[in-house]
């Protein structure tokens, strides 16, 4: 069955850095998706990408954050000075039309120290 | 925005036991999926079911999208069935494409 895959599994960095987490939609999907969450707490939606562009986004994707699909394949998640707050698992997902079934990666655990 | 509760918050079995999660929604939806978030943190789908009934082993799912509920039911439940399940919508109007997920139920199976 195809899947969503994400790089890295896990990746630890000091507050002020900049994070880039990287996915791997399935391949005939049109609609992509980031997701996080805090320890502990239920999944909550960062943003979602369709046609090349930023379809919705959430308060909490705000200018820190950025996505982008750089070539046909890969499409990612950058947070360009993180804080300890952004300490998180970040879930890509993908779904190939609107209100269909949306799959999710394995997902990349951010800790920010 | 939507609104997703699910019912009940934990629960602890033993195994071999039944047991029926709950998730009610504030608003209509195009979009209804169930995950198990297992102990590594992975999300599992498990269902895609905006209406309707279906049946996957031990696992069934029934929508009740008139009334804006969605059951899960676990039979026959083993050890590897804890975790947590995540009940998550997506509204036919104004939400976009994105999934909105409940609170989640917690569910341990003991020996």
């Known amino acids: 069955e195809p899947e969503v895959t994400q790089t890295p599994s896990h990746q630890v960095t000091q507050m002020g850095q900049e994070v880039i987490l990287r996915c791997v939609p399935i391949s005939n999907h049109l609609y992509f998706y980031w997701y996080r969450q805090i320890l502990g707490q239920k999944v909550e939606f960062l943003v979602s990408?369709?046609?090349?562009?930023?379809?919705?986004k959430s308060e909490i994707f705000d200018d820190q954050f950025s996505v982008e699909r750089p070539d046909g394949s890969n499409f990612t998640l950058k947070i360009r000075s993180t804080k300890l707050e952004d300490s998180a698992m970040y879930f890509c997902?993908?779904?190939?039309?609107?209100?269909?079934?949306?799959?999710f990666g394995e997902g990349s655990w951010l800790t920010v120290v | 925005g939507i609104q997703v509760e699910q019912s009940p918050p934990d629960l602890i079995l033993q195994e071999g036991a039944n047991s029926t999660l709950r998730c009610n929604f504030s608003?209509?939806?195009?979009?209804l999926q169930w995950f198990h978030q297992n102990p590594w943190g992975q999300l599992i789908n498990l269902f895609y079911i905006p209406s309707g009934t279906k049946q996957n082993g031990r696992l069934s799912a029934t929508t009740v999208a008139t009334e804006r509920y969605s059951l899960l039911y676990i039979s026959s439940s083993q050890t590897t069935d804890s975790g947590v399940y995540f009940c998550?919508?997506?509204?036919?109007?104004?939400?976009?494409?994105?999934?909105?997920f409940g609170t989640g139920t917690q569910l341990k199976v003991e020996l």
């Open positions: 608003d209509s939806v195009n979009n």
């Open positions: 997902a993908s779904s190939d039309s609107r209100g269909n079934t949306i799959y």
């Open positions: 998550a919508v997506g509204p036919v109007t104004g939400g976009g494409n994105k999934l909105t």
């Open positions: 990408f369709y046609n090349n562009e930023i379809s919705e």
